[in-house]
């Protein structure tokens, strides 16, 4: 594990840092950085005293800003009274999506989203030919174009089936993101942007080492439980545990037909950990209408949709005091509770939330579904 499974409890003191366009902000009062995984943009939240600013960064200067991007910084320093930046770990670089003034409450509050926006907010303006391009070609001249360095894993799959896609995506006036998402989707890979880096890469093995969340029932009649989390949820969609079907419908220009590709995943029943009866309820169907796609490509979509569907059956919820470990690319596992919650998930969304009275809170949402194994 890459945590401790008992928290110890020390006098470390957290500091947090924010600087607007390189420059440091004063009178910070907290903020929140979300990093989500699942292809979404990490976000952030952050309230800064007004009356506090220095001279000639006042609230008239802020008004009129139209760029600003924030970076996001939190530690441990060995010197919680004088210390830098480079003590710390940087979370999140963003840019301002509102910035909101309420001179009654003395707050100045930004929030926005990481650099993902540069690709979520715009649409495709390089073209993609049909030669040897592969997956990674294509996200490497993606983030070139968008100003961000790439981090690719080489691809090796021919290119014709990813011309076609990319294609169609176009056709449909899609976003630079709706590319790389979708060319991971078909790799099974994972996309994410970190800092000022484009990360397309193969997905989190399930086997790699976890982030441990312990639970320990009560020893005795009258004492309490122990946990590393202060909270745990757990939850369980009824709905996406029985089977799947998952339908895609489309039309082939070039063949001129209509495209129906079904791909459906059946309970395996489990003589661990389903206590009750095999279900008999049929399978729960989700339809999508995808235009311009081959029975190939239906069929591989489908397929992506079915994965992503199904890690939302089991869930998991919990607070934790702030570390610098947890990122949205771990395995996160669940131990002691001796029920079907005692597996791997996928962490979700992780939450940090800082302020200048010495707190650094953390909460996590993992996902995952059930091991579709007989035992």
Request: proline share 5%; aromatic share 10%.
């Amino acid at each position: 594990m890459i945590n401790e499974a008992v928290v110890v409890s020390d006098a470390k003191a957290p500091r947090g840092m924010v600087f607007a366009n390189g420059e440091r902000i004063e009178a910070v009062l907290s903020f929140t950085v979300d990093n989500n995984s699942f292809f979404q943009a990490d976000t952030f939240r952050l309230e800064v005293a007004m009356s506090q600013q220095p001279a000639g960064r006042r609230w008239d200067w802020w008004a009129v800003q139209e760029n600003l991007q924030l970076e996001f910084y939190l530690g441990f320093p060995a010197d919680p009274d004088y210390f830098t930046a480079a003590e710390l770990t940087r979370f999140l670089v963003g840019n301002v999506d509102d910035l909101e003034f309420d001179p009654v409450r003395d707050i100045m509050l930004f929030t926005g989203r990481d650099l993902t926006s540069k690709l979520i907010d715009y649409k495709r303006t390089i073209s993609f030919s049909s030669g040897s391009l592969v997956a990674s070609d294509i996200v490497t001249k993606i983030a070139i174009e968008r100003g961000l360095k790439p981090v690719v894993t080489k691809t090796q799959a021919a290119a014709g089936s990813y011309y076609q896609i990319v294609k169609a995506l176009v056709e449909t006036n899609c976003t630079y993101w709706d590319i790389v998402t979708r060319l991971a989707q078909i790799e099974h890979f994972q996309a994410y942007v970190k800092g000022n880096e484009l990360h397309f890469e193969p997905r989190t093995s399930p086997g790699a080492d976890p982030y441990v969340l312990q639970w320990q029932e009560p020893t005795d009649p009258n004492g309490f439980p122990i946990a590393n989390a202060p909270a745990m949820r757990f939850r369980r969609n009824l709905s996406i545990a029985k089977d799947l079907k998952v339908r895609v419908l489309s039309y082939d220009s070039k063949k001129k037909a209509v495209v129906n590709e079904v791909v459906e995943r059946k309970r395996v029943y489990n003589k661990v950990t389903s206590k009750s009866a095999r279900s008999t309820e049929p399978a729960q169907e989700y339809v999508y209408n995808v235009p311009n796609l081959t029975a190939d490509q239906a069929r591989q979509r489908a397929q992506a949709i079915l994965e992503e569907l199904s890690k939302h059956e089991m869930n998991v919820q919990a607070d934790l005091p702030g570390d610098l470990l947890l990122t949205a690319q771990n395995i996160v596992a669940v131990q002691g509770t001796g029920t079907v919650f005692d597996q791997t998930y996928y962490a979700s969304t992780i939450s940090r939330a800082y302020s200048t009275d010495g707190a650094f809170r953390m909460s996590l949402e993992a996902k995952n579904q059930t091991p579709n194994t007989a035992t």
